[in-house]
T-cell receptor, first 110, second 116 residues
């Protein structure tokens, strides 16, 4: 069974700090997604990665397929970045069934 | 606005009642899916569909039924509600890219269901 582990579970930062959230998984995958869940509950897709690195604004996502590990970085964090960040993987051979981590609750204080 | 529309946002059911959660998307996405989110657990896949007339089970399908008669709509039916089905439900859609992976996951705003 594919396990998706995120760390840390909770993260508190001061505005302006550099944030790193980690995701490890146990089986080969086709792709990995990073999602953001707002305090109101809505879920937004941030990135989909198969290899390498992607950047969007202050967000950077990297993946190391060999080590079965991905990181989400937030530069110059802001209170509006406060949310739950969720990692989800698509196991190799399955195009349809995402497996989700439990999420990392990020709080950025002003 | 284009996206995924879920209704209702909140619902309270009595044990044994049935109901349908509605999900509609206007992006012509082939793939639609339903998830439940419970405290301390990741989202879990209930059912999914890769096109009209095609549905399949996810990780936790028991007690739920789906159908996909059109590309736009993917309703989730609770056949006989149980307290264990108290959860937040999300519908999502996505499209297949050239590499045959699904991109652009778009989620509905969620339905908070309580079964008493």
């Amino acid at each position: 069974k594919n396990e998706v582990e995120q760390s840390p579970q909770n993260l508190t930062a001061q505005e302006g700090e550099f944030i790193t959230i980690n995701c490890s998984y146990s089986v080969g995958i086709s792709a990995l997604h990073w999602l953001q869940q707002h305090p109101g509950g809505g879920i937004v897709s941030l990135f989909m990665l198969s290899s390498g690195k992607k950047k969007h604004g202050r967000l950077i996502a990297t993946i190391n397929i060999q080590e079965k590990h991905s990181s989400l970085h937030i530069t110059a964090s802001h209170p509006r970045d406060s949310a739950v960040y969720i990692c989800a993987v698509l196991p190799g051979g399955s195009n349809y069934k995402l497996t989700f981590g439990k999420g990392t609750l990020l709080t950025v204080n002003p | 606005n284009a996206g995924v529309t879920q209704t209702p946002k909140f619902q309270v059911l009595k044990t044994g009642q049935s109901m349908t959660l509605q999900c509609a998307q206007d992006m012509n996405h082939e793939y639609m899916s339903w998830y439940r989110q419970d405290p301390g657990m990741g989202l879990r896949l209930i059912h999914y569909s890769v096109g009209a007339g095609i549905t399949d089970q996810g990780e936790v399908p028991n007690g739920y039924n789906v159908s996909r008669s059109t590309t736009e709509d993917f309703p989730l039916r609770l056949l006989s509600a149980a307290p264990s089905q108290t959860s937040v439900y999300f519908c999502a859609s996505s499209y297949m890219g050239l590499n045959r992976l699904y991109y652009g996951y778009t989620f509905g705003s969620g339905t908070r269901l309580t079964v008493v």
